[in-house]
């Protein structure tokens, strides 16, 4: 049974940093990308961050970008987002996905990712 859990979302000051986990279990984490995506009130699921498996490559929206740092530890197949320097238009839920594809580069587009966690909100207040 495949299964990517997040945690380590809450409330935090403006500012502020968390870090996100993304545990996962039923399939070869090690052989696909990954990627973070987030979804605020009332908007549709962007791309935050993603990791490609060919190189370790990663990229970044550019709303988080020199902010947010996604990395990834093969050996506790865990996915992790660092999020620094938070603003409050960081609020959202917060999703880790694994890409359809083996050995892929890491898509941002959310339709190329067929396993998603079931998100962890990250509040920032002002």
């Known amino acids: 049974q495949v299964q990517l859990v997040e945690s380590g979302g809450g409330l935090v000051q403006a500012g502020g940093s968390v870090r996100l986990s993304c545990a996962t279990s039923?399939?070869?984490?090690?052989?696909?990308?990954m990627g973070w995506f987030r979804q605020a009130p009332g908007k549709e699921r962007e791309f935050v961050a993603a990791?490609?498996?060919?190189?370790?490559?990663?990229s970044y929206s550019d709303f988080v970008k020199g902010r947010f740092i996604i990395s990834r530890d093969y050996a506790k197949n865990i996915l992790y987002l660092q999020m620094n320097s938070l603003k409050p238009e960081d609020t959202a839920v917060y999703y880790c996905?694994?890409?359809?594809?083996?050995w892929g580069k890491g898509s941002k587009s959310k339709s190329q990712y067929d396993r998603w966690g079931q998100g962890t909100q990250v509040t920032v207040s002002s």
């Open positions: 990791l490609s498996w060919i190189d370790e490559a990663t």
């Open positions: 039923g399939y070869t984490f090690g052989q696909h990308a």
């Open positions: 996905a694994s890409e359809r594809v083996r």
